[in-house]
């Protein structure tokens, strides 16, 4: 079973793939940091909950979704 933080890598790359946004792009978009983005995507990091509410928006998403509570 894949954890939280596992789901959640997977799920923003998945986002970002669809969206052909690479981390520098989405940085851009977000304002999150680019260097926060490439933390979470090696799992050195983990989202803090407000960086988790600027994804959603932008990729029209629940926080849920990002985490793998629901799959839709």
Known sequence: MA???????????ELMQEK?????ALADATGIPRTTISGWLTRVKNPNLDYLVTLANYFD???????GRTNH
Do not use: G, H
Not at 3 to 13: D, G, H, P, S
């Open 3 to 13: 954890t939280t933080a596992e789901i959640f890598v997977k799920r923003l790359k």
């Open 20 to 24: 052909q946004k690479s981390s520098y």
């Open 61 to 67: 998403c629940t926080v849920d979704y990002l985490i």
